[in-house]
């Protein structure tokens, strides 16, 4: 089951913030978000497991609300860097390979 | 380290042809993903591999696409007849073992198919 992504595009200036939501309509039991440049590949950025969050990059975090079944990622003061495309997955029903959401465009403008 | 390679980086091709896309995982990465990127589908999973082993298939779109992974540093994507629907960008990426979730994607290789 694809999670949902939204909203689909945020448009910032720099030092902005931003929120974007990943929701699923099955048990969700981590949430991995990704980053993807344009023209480039996908990188990881951190992975959130039951209950807990994890900072892992740069001055992007994220929440994961189990009982919702949805995740938030958080860009604070956001800088040109930040500008891509933003994918939240959750692992497959066997647990072994992930599925991604349609992603979130973030456009940062100075 | 140099990272997931994949070859060729752009291929244009006509329809009905054969086409192969390549791939080499990082060493020591014991899990190899094959995705396929459009602007409508998203980023979709095709096949996943585990030490050179096909788990899970259920994303290879029909007959036409076959992938193979004869050794733990070599796979291949294979799309005969190919038609103009698959033309997209194909990842491949691969993770440690007991890590699916942190994946290493390559550059991708855009197909277009004419």
């Known amino acids: 089951q694809q999670p949902v992504q939204s909203p689909q595009a945020v448009i910032l200036r720099e030092g902005e913030d931003a929120v974007i939501n990943c929701s699923s309509s099955k048990a969700l039991y981590s949430v991995h978000w990704y980053r993807q440049k344009h023209g480039e590949a996908p990188v990881f950025l951190m992975i959130l497991l039951k209950g807990g969050e994890q900072k892992g990059h740069e001055k992007i975090s994220a929440s994961f609300n189990e009982k919702k079944q949805q995740s938030s990622l958080y860009l604070t003061a956001s800088q040109l860097s930040y500008s891509g495309t933003y994918f939240c997955g959750s692992l497959n029903q066997a647990g072994t390979a992930l599925i991604f959401g349609k992603g979130t465009t973030l456009s940062v403008s100075s | 380290d140099a990272g997931v390679i994949q070859s060729p980086r752009h291929e244009v091709t006509e329809m009905g042809q054969e086409v192969t896309l390549r791939c080499k995982p990082i060493?020591?990465?014991?899990?190899l993903f094959w995705y396929r990127q459009t602007m409508m589908r998203g980023l979709e999973l095709l096949i996943y591999?585990?030490?050179?082993?096909?788990?899970?298939d259920s994303g290879m779109p029909e007959d036409r696409f076959s992938a193979k992974m004869p050794n733990a540093s070599f796979s291949t994507l294979k799309i005969q007849p190919s038609e103009p629907r698959d033309s997209a960008v194909y990842f491949c990426?691969?993770?440690?073992?007991?890590?699916?979730?942190?994946?290493?994607f390559g550059p991708g290789t855009r197909l277009t198919v004419t």
């Open positions: 060493s020591g990465h014991n899990s």
């Open positions: 990426a691969s993770s440690f073992p007991g890590r699916n979730y942190e994946q290493y």
């Open positions: 591999f585990n030490n050179n082993v096909p788990i899970d």
